[in-house]
């Protein structure tokens, strides 16, 4: 089955410290991949929409100059979180639209915990 | 009123149980229909996708749509102590955006 891999796993960072999340699709080209958030215990919320080549798409309410993103390859997404604080501590998901298939993949997530 | 409703659970069953799980919508547009399974601490696994209404069934899984009464369910047979996690569905029109619902936490016990 098709693979999305995010690195890392796992992150603990200061307060106004910047932290870099990679999404990468393992087997499959993804033009179009996808940044969830989710706090504990309840589902998961998209937080932008990204494009191969173009500028993201961001959620209401989503501030594009914290969470920055970019999907410079049809298999490579990247999430900085800026001037990161404690309340941006989460999990964070991505997921890639096989371009062939349409299905949605998820990777594994990312643990953020900023102090 | 949210878009997609789902039941948080716990749901807790004994092995060899027949579980269903269910969500309700609101948006007509929806066409595409899908459930994920989550572990702890796990990204989200494709479990079933559907298109429209009908019935899809993959191993001890099937998957309900009645886009009429805007009601999904999942059943899952046999079920088995490595079947508990948190299951949500998630739905999507015409656009790529998933819309998920609160996911339903089961737990099968031995």
């Known amino acids: 089955g098709a693979v999305v891999s995010q690195h890392p796993s796992w992150v603990i960072c200061k307060s106004g410290t910047s932290v870099k999340i990679e999404c990468r699709s393992l087997?499959?080209?993804?033009?179009?991949m996808f940044w969830y958030r989710q706090f504990p215990k309840q589902s998961l919320m998209l937080m932008a929409t990204?494009?191969?080549?173009?500028?993201?798409?961001?959620e209401q309410g989503v501030e594009k100059d914290k969470f920055l993103i970019n999907h410079a390859s049809l298999t490579l997404s990247t999430l900085t979180v800026t001037s990161a604080h404690p309340e941006d501590s989460s999990f964070y998901i991505c997921?890639?639209?096989?371009?062939?298939?349409?299905?949605?993949?998820f990777g594994p997530g990312t643990r953020l915990t900023v102090t | 009123q949210k878009e997609v409703e789902q039941d948080p659970g716990p749901l807790s069953v004994p092995e060899g149980a027949i579980v269903s799980l269910n969500c309700t919508y609101s948006?007509?547009?929806?066409?595409?229909f899908m459930w994920y399974r989550q572990y702890s601490r796990k990204g989200p696994e494709l479990l079933m996708y559907?298109?429209?209404?009908g019935n899809k069934e993959d191993g001890r899984f099937t998957a309900q749509v009645d886009k009429s009464s805007k009601y999904i369910s999942l059943f899952i047979r046999d079920s088995q102590p490595s079947d508990s996690a948190t299951y949500l569905c998630?739905?999507?029109?015409?656009?790529?955006?998933?819309?998920f619902g609160t996911g339903t936490r089961l737990q099968v016990f031995p």
């Open positions: 990204s494009n191969e080549g173009s500028k993201a798409t961001y």
């Open positions: 559907t298109y429209s209404s």
């Open positions: 998630a739905m999507s029109g015409s656009t790529d955006k998933l819309i």
């Open positions: 087997d499959f080209q993804a033009t179009t």
């Open positions: 997921s890639a639209r096989d371009w062939a298939s349409y299905e949605q993949y």
């Open positions: 948006n007509s547009a929806f066409q595409y």
